[in-house]
């Protein structure tokens, strides 16, 4: 009999990833498609709902030539079960035929900061975070529905249906609107400790309870794949889809943190410190997001950088244009040069610092105008010491941002890493002298989609527990220790100053 296989689709910020696994876990193969973000006004950032659509049918037939060329040669007819993962907070506006109204407004979208000082001035600070769990951020989707009922009234009043990025792509793929407690927590009106809609807040937002999609667990059922979309996959109709979960719960999933305390940071566009836990805890000023996990009966919690290898991107963009043509002639990639650059400089850069609010911040100290900024630049610098710069900020920000997890009372003996920044093995120690602990990088391609794959196969009953599942392949991970913490207490110390400081 056919050994079945799963795919998970991971609806990234800057690309989607497909991967299919085996039921244990196994990545078989995976491909991943991007797609352009629009910036149409300083501090906005949104995409087209529909782009996501179509970057999931062609990333599944890449990801199936894949298996096809690595001897799966029956792969597309073995998919058993699909399941999501995806950017969270994202609001999509839907009419009755589910039909995007505008353009879908971003987590790392900051235009809705005023209306988070009126929601917290209307409704109150701390009963939003007694509500939720959370306190109100631009980047959750509250104030960005707030925002569209005040300034797009039009567009409001067309809306059916608000939903994240995930479930609108599974809704395009099978027919139902559905989303899972793990994403939802992200909204802002929803009831964290209890997994359920908060009607409280729901109401204090005028939003109709119809206006929200039905609420599962991330492994449920919830619709099936149609023809249309099957036939622009390369699959066959009638595959069950699970709901999924926010990509961090999902990413979390993919690198086996689901015991109670372990522990994962993530360095892609945003950086994320995710701790599990077995019960819900809510920080009392909200300064950690309380969210529930992929699983029933858990939830986690989550600090939580806007910028953090997307300050590198934007770096390489603008400052050290250059670095790609050299490393063009070298026939390196241009990350592998920047590596070698940083590692020439000591650490501390000979006092030039680099504060990574680029995009507004959410931890260690939350500011939607924070601004990003150099410190302490001299004659004495070169290109290599802005790049470590980079690097050592966004690492003194995560420790930091590790410091609020410990403040939780949550001490992990080591942390598991994934993203694209932790390919960097120096990024990686500047990271485990930060925090102060062993940081172990898993070699996953993408432990969010793989994530989006166990949860489509727990759904469809092909594998057990979730509970006690540790992640395939943990031994075949690259574990880094901290050497220097002594020197990176006081560039956090700094660092803390200088993001409190931050305009």
Not at 173 to 201: E, I, K, N, P, Q
Not at 283 to 295: I, T, V
């Amino acid at each position: 009999m056919p050994v079945p296989l799963f795919l998970g689709l991971d609806i990234g910020t800057s690309s989607l990833k497909a991967l299919i696994a085996t039921a244990d876990g196994t990545p078989v193969a995976h491909a991943s498609v991007e797609y352009p973000l629009s910036t149409p006004c300083p501090e906005w950032s949104e995409q087209d709902p529909d782009d996501w659509v179509r970057a999931a049918h062609v990333a599944t037939r890449a990801a199936l030539a894949g298996a096809v060329r690595l001897g799966h040669t029956d792969a597309a007819n073995r998919i058993a079960g699909i399941g999501f993962s995806g950017q969270m907070h994202g609001a999509t506006f839907v009419d009755r035929t589910n039909t995007p109204l505008r353009p879908c407004i971003l987590w790392n979208d900051a235009r809705s900061a005023d209306e988070c000082e009126r929601l917290d001035r209307d409704i109150g600070r701390e009963t939003i975070v007694a509500r939720t769990g959370n306190r109100m951020l631009a980047g959750f989707t509250a104030p960005k529905v707030r925002w569209v009922q005040r300034h797009e009234p039009a567009v409001w009043s067309a809306t059916d249906c608000i939903l994240l990025p995930k479930d609108y792509v599974r809704l395009k793929l099978g027919s139902v609107r559905a989303t899972d407690a793990a994403d939802a927590s992200g909204t802002l009106y929803f009831d964290v400790a209890r997994r359920v809609w908060s009607t409280d807040m729901l109401r204090d937002l005028e939003i109709n309870a119809s206006q929200v999609p039905a609420c599962h667990e991330s492994p449920d059922p919830v619709d099936r794949l149609s023809q249309s979309a099957a036939a622009l996959m390369g699959l066959t109709a009638g595959i069950p889809l699970v709901a999924g979960a926010g990509d961090q719960a999902a990413n979390a999933i993919g690198s086996g943190i689901i015991a109670p305390g372990a522990v994962a940071a993530s360095l892609g566009t945003s950086g994320v410190i995710f701790a599990a836990s077995d019960s819900f805890r809510a920080s009392p000023d909200g300064a950690l997001h309380a969210f529930c996990h992929a699983l029933p009966g858990r939830w986690h919690l989550m600090s939580v950088m806007l910028s953090a290898a997307g300050s590198m991107r934007w770096y390489l963009d603008t400052l050290a244009r250059d670095a790609t043509a050299r490393a063009n002639a070298e026939g390196v990639s241009v990350y592998e040069l920047l590596d070698r650059d940083a590692a020439a400089i000591e650490p501390g850069c000979e006092g030039l610092r680099f504060v990574p609010t680029l995009s507004g911040e959410r931890c260690p100290i939350p500011n939607p105008h924070a601004r990003g900024a150099f410190h302490g630049i001299s004659m004495a610098h070169s290109q290599a010491h802005f790049t470590r710069a980079v690097m050592e900020g966004v690492a003194a920000g995560m420790g930091l941002c590790m410091g609020l997890i410990r403040d939780a009372g949550i001490m992990p003996p080591e942390v598991i890493a994934s993203g694209g920044g932790f390919a960097s093995p120096l990024w990686t120690a500047m990271h485990a002298n930060a925090f102060g602990v062993p940081v172990r990088r898993a070699d996953t391609p993408d432990s969010a989609a793989l994530g989006a794959a166990i949860l489509a196969a727990i759904g469809t009953h092909h594998r057990g527990n979730l509970q006690q599942f540790s992640r395939p392949g943990d031994d075949i991970t690259t574990t880094i220790a901290p050497t220097q913490s002594h020197i990176w207490k006081d560039l956090m110390a700094e660092q803390a100053i200088r993001q409190r400081n931050a305009l």
